[in-house]
Nanobody, 122 residues
Framework: QVQLVESGGGAVHGGGSVRLSCAASERAFRSYAGCWFRQVPGKEREFVSAISWNGHVYYADFVEGRFTISTDNDKNTMYLQMDSLKPEDTAIYYC????????????????WGQGTQVSVSS
């Protein structure tokens, strides 16, 4: 079973940047796609970004070029660099792994991290 631990969340002003990290217990990102979702209270968890085992990347439309997903396989870690943050980006961000790549849904995610809060003030 893959264990995922997110870190790097916090509070930031609008226009600022945050880098999220997702550390895996094994070489998850060499074999599976990695992904980021986010969720706000009362809403469904939504897709943010994904990266395939061979480096293809995918983003939700609302990202608009502001976020960058990447992996460091030597560290078994996936990242989400978020720039030009907006208040509407405020959410709990979850990382996950999937055997499916592309713009995926929550049902496609095999393992989830515990989530990390990102709060963007105006």
């Amino acid at each position: 079973q893959v264990q995922l631990v997110e870190s790097g969340g916090g509070a930031v002003h609008g226009g600022g940047s945050v880098r999220l990290s997702c550390a895996a217990s094994e070489r998850a990102f060499r074999s599976y796609a990695g992904c980021w979702f986010r969720q706000v209270p009362g809403k469904e968890r939504e897709f943010v970004s994904a990266i395939s085992w061979n480096g293809h990347v995918y983003y939700a439309d609302f990202v608009e070029g502001r976020f960058t997903i990447s992996t460091d396989n030597d560290k078994n870690t996936m990242y989400l660099q978020m720039d030009s943050l907006k208040p509407e980006d405020t959410a709990i961000y979850y990382c996950g792994t999937s055997v499916v790549t592309g713009i995926i849904g929550t049902r496609d995610v095999s393992y989830w991290g515990q989530g990390t809060q990102v709060s963007v003030s105006s």
